[in-house]
């Protein structure tokens, strides 16, 4: 017997029926990004792991996916190196491309590459799928679409500005109730020169990071793990748990941070952001919120974070700015912000708090009964005319049973049924059946475009 086949851990087919709700995610999400300017651009799925290592910091390019070098891999490889065992030094051997781990990297690699082509600031949006070799759990997958939107070549924060309002226009279209989490990796740099380790920024974003996963008292452990003195990891606490509304926190960060020029940097951004966020109409609650680190060592200003506030589930979308992203690959000066929104955690929430509409389903608005021949050739037309005024239509491809056509359209939920037998051709009508309420009525051929719209 012949071995069912299976695809691996963390990945997930889609059925038409899940496409069809995957796609309103989508083109909801795109429609507001090209409302605000951004252009799209698509990379390839795979990089050079030149371009990618590095770029994530220690944990992230553990996670990269690596592809094996083409043709005969080992035959560069001695019998010393392969009994040695060394699993880092012989995949730098073996291979040299990985799948992009995120649409954020490769897309300042594009920069760098074309940027004698492209006119700054440059604005592109971006909708691919991206490969992490982490281990699968709820919300978290091995493949996963991202919708990225950045700006580079650009320092205003009229661009974090923007963002938000991005986030706050996409959710509100989604009808998804959400919390924007928001922080500046200055007033993180701040904090660590405070309290005496301003070498160990990466290693202290890193384990706060985690803070909401694994608990406070796992963050400290980690901090002495990493070095950490008992008194800096007291000097962290009272920050890290700050009360008040984002103004009283930037105020007791102002007193905090007051021997920090960066830190003070961070704050004067911040109080920016919200100065401008005040007279705008953004709906979405803001929240500033210090133990947002974000792990990603690219990070260097602003950092956001965006949460379901009616499910159970991690980051929906994150971002921040990067400044001297570009710079790794040759490009100095160039700086960029942008957000990333997480489609299959999107979908996961809409689904649990059943938000999508009715018709989401429904790709087809009409179906056509199969009579026989002469009703073929009648409906043909017709049916070619539907699609013309942007109808989705289609005929039933043979004279089967009624029944058997009526379920067709059931399963498919395709909301109207038109049925032309010999009397209606004769009489230049159609009997359109709503399949939601039941009802069936007799109208005029010609009306037929009219009622459907």
Request: proline share 4%; aromatic share 8%; charged share 25%.
């Amino acid at each position: 017997m012949a071995q069912i086949p299976s695809i691996p851990k963390g990945t997930r087919d889609y059925s038409p029926e899940i496409m069809v709700k995957r796609n309103y995610i989508f083109d909801t999400i795109k429609s507001v990004f090209k409302l605000y300017g951004y252009m799209p651009l698509e990379t390839p799925a795979m990089e050079n792991l030149s371009t990618l290592m590095g770029k994530y910091g220690e944990e992230g390019d553990k996670l990269l996916f690596k592809i094996l070098n083409s043709g005969d891999f080992l035959s560069h490889i001695s019998e010393a190196e392969l009994n040695e065992k060394n699993s880092l030094k012989l995949t730098n051997k073996i291979s040299e491309k990985g799948l992009r781990y995120d649409l954020t990297v490769p897309f300042a690699r594009f920069v760098v590459q074309h940027q004698s082509e492209i006119t700054f600031p440059f604005k592109r949006y971006q909708i691919q799928p991206v490969w992490r070799a982490d281990r699968p759990q709820k919300g978290r997958y091995r493949e996963f679409y991202q919708c990225d939107v950045d700006v580079v070549g650009s320092d205003s924060l009229l661009n974090e500005i923007e963002l938000i309002q991005i986030v706050d226009e996409v959710y509100r279209r989604l009808k998804l109730r959400v919390r924007l989490l928001i922080n500046n990796r200055k007033i993180l740099a701040g904090i660590a020169e405070t309290i005496g380790y301003p070498d160990k920024l990466t290693d202290i974003t890193v384990a706060i990071d985690k803070m909401e996963k694994i608990g406070i008292e796992n963050v400290n452990a980690e901090l002495r793990e990493k070095g950490l003195t008992e008194e800096a990891i007291s000097k962290l606490q009272p920050i890290l748990n700050l009360t008040g509304n984002n103004e009283k926190k930037l105020q007791q960060l102002r007193t905090i941070l007051q021997t920090s020029p960066i830190g003070l940097k961070g704050i004067e951004e911040l109080t920016q952001v919200f100065d401008y966020l005040a007279a705008l109409p953004v709906q979405t609650e803001i929240k500033l919120d210090l133990t947002l680190a974000r792990g990603l060592s690219y990070y260097t200003g602003a950092i956001f974070e965006v949460k379901a506030l009616d499910a159970e589930m991690g980051s929906i979308t994150g971002g921040g700015r990067y400044d001297d992203l570009t710079g790794i690959f040759g490009l100095k000066n160039v700086s960029g912000v942008g957000i990333s929104f997480g489609a299959d955690r999107i979908f996961d929430v809409m689904t649990q708090l059943n938000l999508f509409p009715e018709d989401a389903n429904a790709t087809t608005r009409i179906l056509f009964v199969n009579f026989g021949s002469r009703e073929e050739h009648f409906c043909l037309p017709l049916v070619q005319k539907l699609r013309s005024e942007g109808i989705n239509a289609e005929i039933y491809p043979e004279p089967a049973k009624m029944k058997k056509q009526m379920t067709y359209a059931d399963r498919k939920r395709i909301p109207f049924v038109a049925l032309i037998g010999e009397n209606e051709i004769k009489e230049g009508r159609v009997s359109l059946k709503n399949m939601t309420t039941g009802e069936q009525a007799d109208i005029k051929i010609d009306e037929l475009v009219a009622n459907l719209k």
